[in-house]
């Protein structure tokens, strides 16, 4: 017996409902397993204040800065490199053999174990450089594991602004950096940004890389080689070693709101960008 | 008339596509000259020869002599971004910046150096007098250029080039992205520009280069077949295959 089309389509479109459905739920409700367990925890005095006792008592206010200025720094690092990198490969070189070996770099760096980048960064920049296990270690190697994500999301971005834009701007008399400059990078702002952002994210909230390059004192950072625990770090340690269950959900729960923040922050930036180049 | 340009012996190969042949040509001062003939017959190529927009083509090779004023332009001594000045190009689609309409018309300006907005302004304001432009735009300088129509943003794109004061404007088909009411206004406005600009137009439209063209050439297989002024072309054509092409035989 033949189905009809119009039952295939039916069941078809159920069934894409339902797993759309069984995704949103599956986020509902980590999202709000953790906060509920989180939120009550959170209080004025936890965001301002050191933690006491391990972390059993106290706040997390050296984690907020830590968090703050690795992923900041890194960030900061890895966001002029990249883009440069893509503007490189884009607009100056044409393909050739040394593009694609760099591409291919690159895509293979951005799926390296960030654990692996930890290793490296403890063995290079900690012990080699004698950075120690510092914010600056933490960031430097933070740095390198998004790199290839910020180059690949840049060079795409670059890649779709139309050609016609850079004849008219060689048309017009200007120079290549003139032409980037306005044309290629104002058009291309909102995915470079999207790119940094998703990378920012990911410095934020992770674990094992910091673990073995930032380390994990309690202290605030007074410099950029001190030791700094990050909040992502700081969740890990009050949960697995049984510290704080509360404190560590508190935690998690600041994490997730600022990482949220963030990205309604950058979707509204990109938004505002947007309408203002009418696009 | 005096000869603006002059091509002489131009060849051009993409590769190992020879995509002009010897090409001889003299582009008199002051008036519209059109380029005409079946696609592919290189008369894309020839234009974008004459402000080295190919140089931008990764693998291709130029022999020959491109005179503007006398001096060859192929010369590796040439001032690109000089030269693109003094010869300026508008292309086949409206294609304007994200901008604003102001900053697209400043935009030639301002990679020459000029910042400052007061010194920008009366420029703007007569470029875009211009094309006709002014009255329409005035009070919508900085809303988005994209929001224009395709007519509205044709002539934005032709202010741009006007703005940065060149003696020769290249047209590779202006209007096909045009409906004909549009065209035809693109059209005028071409004529009335003829008079400050040497204005070279290619077109696939054998009546557009009649209407707008003192001079025409006829291209074919990238060889010049034929040139000389637009009536001796379509009505009395020396050359068999300009005969053919413009009695529409094929192309």
Redesign the interface.
């Known amino acids: 017996m033949r189905v009809s089309p119009a039952i295939i389509q039916r069941i078809a479109v159920v069934f894409m409902w339902a797993l759309a459905a069984i995704t949103f739920a599956v986020l509902v409700f980590i999202l709000a397993y953790v906060l509920l367990h989180g939120l009550p925890h959170v209080t004025w005095s936890f965001l301002t204040q050191s933690p006491a006792n391990m972390g059993r008592a106290g706040g997390i206010f050296p984690m907020i800065l830590g968090t703050f200025l690795v992923s900041g720094l890194s960030v900061l690092v890895a966001a002029p490199v990249g883009v440069a990198t893509a503007i490189y490969l884009t607009e100056y070189t044409h393909e050739g053999r040394m593009t694609a070996v760099i591409r291919f770099g690159a895509d293979c760096l951005a799926g390296v174990p960030s654990i692996i980048f930890g290793l490296f960064g403890f063995v290079f920049f900690a012990i080699t450089l004698r950075m120690g296990l510092s914010v600056l270690s933490g960031s430097l190697t933070l740095a390198l594991m998004v790199l290839p994500t910020i180059i690949r999301t840049s060079e795409e971005a670059i890649r779709a602004v139309p050609d016609t834009y850079r004849q008219v701007s060689y048309g017009l008399g200007s120079t290549r950096w003139q032409m980037v400059l306005y044309v290629v990078l104002r058009s291309a702002i909102p995915g470079i940004s999207t790119g940094i952002v998703l990378s920012l994210g990911r410095c934020i909230s992770e674990t094992a890389a910091v673990m073995l390059t930032a380390g994990s004192a309690l202290r605030l950072p007074r410099s950029l080689f001190d030791s700094s625990r990050t909040l992502a770090l700081h969740f890990y340690i009050l949960s697995r070693e049984g510290i704080s269950m509360a404190n560590a959900y508190a935690t998690a729960s600041v994490l997730i709101i600022a990482i949220l923040a963030l990205n309604l922050l950058a979707y509204w930036l990109m938004r505002k960008f947007v309408a203002k180049v009418g696009r | 008339m005096a000869k603006k340009i002059e091509t002489q012996g131009l060849d051009l190969y993409y590769g190992k596509f020879h995509a002009l042949s010897g090409v001889n040509l003299s582009i008199e001062s002051h008036v519209i000259t059109a380029i005409i003939g079946p696609s592919g017959c290189g008369k894309s190529t020839l234009l974008r020869s004459l402000?080295r927009?190919n140089d931008?083509v990764?693998g291709v090779r130029v022999a020959g002599r491109v005179l503007l004023d006398g001096v060859d332009i192929l010369a590796p001594s040439t001032n690109?971004?000089?030269?693109?000045?003094r010869v300026?190009?508008v292309?086949q689609?409206p294609?304007p910046?994200?901008?604003s309409v102001f900053d697209n018309v400043a935009?030639?300006l301002?990679?020459?150096g000029e910042m400052r907005r007061s010194h920008l302004l009366p420029v703007v304001e007569s470029s875009l007098q211009s094309t006709l432009l002014w009255d329409e735009l005035k009070d919508k300088l900085d809303?988005?250029?994209?929001?224009l129509s395709p007519e509205q943003q044709q002539r934005l794109?032709i202010s741009?080039?006007v703005a940065?004061k060149p003696e020769v404007l290249l047209m590779d088909e202006p209007c096909s992205a045009l409906d004909p009411i549009a065209t035809g206004r693109i059209e005028d406005l071409m004529r009335a520009l003829a008079g400050g600009y040497t204005i070279v137009i290619v077109t696939h439209n054998m009546q557009q280069a009649a209407r707008v063209a003192a001079q025409t050439a006829y291209m074919l297989l990238g060889e010049l077949v034929e040139v000389g002024p637009t009536a001796h072309i379509f009505e009395n054509p020396k050359d068999k295959r300009t005969e053919d092409y413009v009695s529409g035989l094929y192309g």
């Open positions: 402000n927009m931008l990764h690109l971004s000089l030269l693109r000045r300026g190009m292309f689609r294609n910046f994200p901008l935009y030639g301002r990679v020459h809303s988005s250029a994209l929001e794109c741009r080039v940065v």
